[in-house]
Every structure is written in C-alpha cells, then in structure tokens.
C-alpha cells in the first residue's frame, strides 16, 4: 500500500465522485422521506413538482440530473439542507491522511492488547499497520465495536 | 501461514460508519493492481471514482438504487455478496459480521460472470482459511 494516497488523489479529483456522491445523497433523502410520509410516487411527484416519469427514473435509475436549483429546491421539500462545501483539496487529503493514521494505530493498539492471547507463531512481530491475518480476525474483530454496533441486514 | 488479510482501505473514505477493508493476498491487495491498471490507463477512471463513491455511501447506511448498488444473491458464501457500479467499473465486496465490509476485487462490466465467479471463490478461501 505504498502509493494509494495517489491513487486515493486521483480517485476524489474525479468528477464522478462527487456528482454520484450528490445523487446518492438525494437519493437517500428522498427515499427517507417517502418512507416517514408514507408517500406513493404520484405523492411524491406532486411534493417534488415534477412529473411521474421523472420520479421513475429516479427511484429506479438514480438519475438525477436536475439544474444545481432543482437540486436544491428538491433536497429543501425533502426536508434537507444542502449544505455544500468547497473544501481546499490539500487540506481535505491531509484530514484524510489524519484519519488513516488514527485508524492504523487505533487498530495496532488492538493488536497488543490481545497479543498475549495469540500463539507464538502467529508471527504478529511481521505484521504491517492495519494488516490483519486471517487466523487472527476474530480476536481482533472483538474490539470493533463500531462495526458491530452497525451490522446491519439490507 | 496465512495466504489472506486484510488491510483498511485507503482508496475509500476511512469516515465510514461500517469500515471497508480490502482482501490481500500474500500482503498485497488484489483490488489494488486493479485500481492502478484503470486509474493509469484513464478512460474508466471517473467511473472507478463513481463506483467507489456508492461502496462508501453503502458503507454509511445509505440507501442506494440498484442500478449502482445490489447484493448478489444466491451465493453460497457466509455472508452478503455486493457489487457496487458505475458505466463500466464493478467493485465486489462482501459484508462480514463484526469486521464490515470486505472489498474482493474490481473488474469491468464485459467481465461480469467470470468476476463474480473469482470473488466468491476468493471469499470462500478467505473463510475456509479462518476456521
């Protein structure tokens, strides 16, 4: 994993990833929004002043492709600020930076915790930060409580 | 000695509520050859970006369409098959009870069954080796 912050750089200077990330977003929002209102699609329609056809295409395709201001419109019926931000790519990557290293040693820091419980050839002495061995996930898993609490079913 | 680990990946947002994690063979991951090929080469590289972008919403409990999202079913796997999609770009993954979610490795839409096919038996390695 040596060169993956640039290929992480090149991956969020892709203008795809920020346009599906507005458009799962909204999708998401709208779909919440049906759901708590108990909304059919010609509900919806009428809600979002758009025609039907338009809401099949987004509830089945995700395509959103709508003006910045009907985007915007949209997310503020389905009770959602859209709150944009222009953040500076270098600061943005050095968060990101930030966080992997958290991540990393959060997860080395499990590793001696249970080391003790580890067989002596487990060979933890060769692993790399934020590399788990197979035999190992188990005891190791047991820390993450974050993952577990949202394990979920879809 | 192990063949399989895992490592956190460093190609999707680390923000995630579920963590993503990317399957390694011999402490090199396989989604990563596969990100360098097409983020190198350039025509599919948006769509890469777009395909990754559904795995960390997915990851963050959103709800997606599934002409970008799906589990595939009926795989005799422990666990759920997903593939996450954009224009040409597929992104395999699987969701493990307590690790999260697991990348297998990308592949392009042409490749599709013989994708599927590859991961699931990479999966099923990967937990034929951890019991």
């Not at chain 1, 968060?95 to 067989?119: A, C, G, H």
């Not at chain 2, 009926?74 to 307590?98: C, P, V």
């Amino acid at each position: 994993m040596k060169n993956n912050n640039k290929y992480r750089e090149k991956i969020l200077n892709s203008p795809a990833y920020w346009v599906e990330g507005i458009n799962g977003l909204l999708y998401d929002a709208i779909l919440t929004y049906m759901e708590k209102h108990d909304m059919k699609r010609k509900d919806l329609a009428k809600h979002l002043d758009v025609s039907k056809g338009r809401i099949s295409q987004i509830l089945n395709s995700g395509e959103i492709n709508f003006s910045l201001e009907k985007i915007i419109e949209i997310a503020l019926k389905v009770d959602k600020y859209p709150n944009f931000l222009f953040e500076d790519k270098s600061l943005f990557l050095e968060k990101e930076r930030q966080l992997n290293t958290m991540n990393k040693l959060f997860f080395i820091y499990n590793i001696n915790e249970v080391s003790n419980q580890l067989p002596i050839s487990s060979g933890l002495d060769s692993i790399e930060p934020g590399t788990i061995r197979v035999g190992q996930t188990k005891v190791i898993s047991g820390s993450f409580c974050v993952t577990d609490e949202y394990d979920f079913s879809i | 000695m192990s063949n399989y680990s895992l490592i956190l990946s460093e190609h999707v947002s680390q923000a995630t509520k579920i963590k993503v994690w990317e399957l390694c063979v011999d402490k090199e991951s396989i989604l990563e050859s596969f990100v360098k090929q097409v983020m190198d080469e350039g025509t599919y590289s948006n769509d890469l970006a777009g395909a990754i972008r559904y795995v960390e919403l997915a990851a963050d409990l959103r709800m997606l369409p599934k002409t970008r999202f799906r589990e595939i079913k009926d795989q005799d796997i422990n666990g759920k098959l997903f593939e996450a999609k954009k224009g040409s770009i597929r992104i395999y993954h699987f969701h493990e009870t307590g690790t999260g979610r697991i990348i297998v490795l990308g592949g392009f839409k042409n490749n599709q069954t013989k994708d599927i096919k590859a991961a699931v038996k990479r999966i099923k390695d990967f937990q034929d080796e951890k019991q």
